[in-house]
């Protein structure tokens, strides 16, 4: 089986971009929740592993902010 290096970032990396770009003001469930739904399944390993993408949690992030802002993100590409 061919081995691949670890992809993503860690959940203590992703809580501080969250922090850095919310606010220290969300509950730790909240962040999680963020995170969660960054979180990509590696189909090279067949699916075995999954990671949190930076790329996703920046676009989550986003969407938020512009949900919060009473801004639509749809049909941005």
Not at 15 to 28: D, N
Not at 44 to 68: C, D, K, M, T
Request: aromatic share 6%; charged share 25%; proline share 1%.
């Amino acid at each position: 089986m061919k081995h691949y290096p670890r992809s993503g970032i860690s959940e203590e990396g992703a809580a501080e971009i969250v922090h850095s770009e919310l606010g220290l003001g969300l509950s730790q469930t909240k962040i999680q929740r963020l995170i969660a739904k960054s979180r990509i399944t590696d189909l090279r390993n067949g699916g075995q592993h999954s990671y949190v993408s930076a790329r996703r949690l920046f676009w989550v992030i986003r969407e938020l902010q512009a949900v919060a802002n009473g801004k639509s993100t749809e049909g941005l590409c």
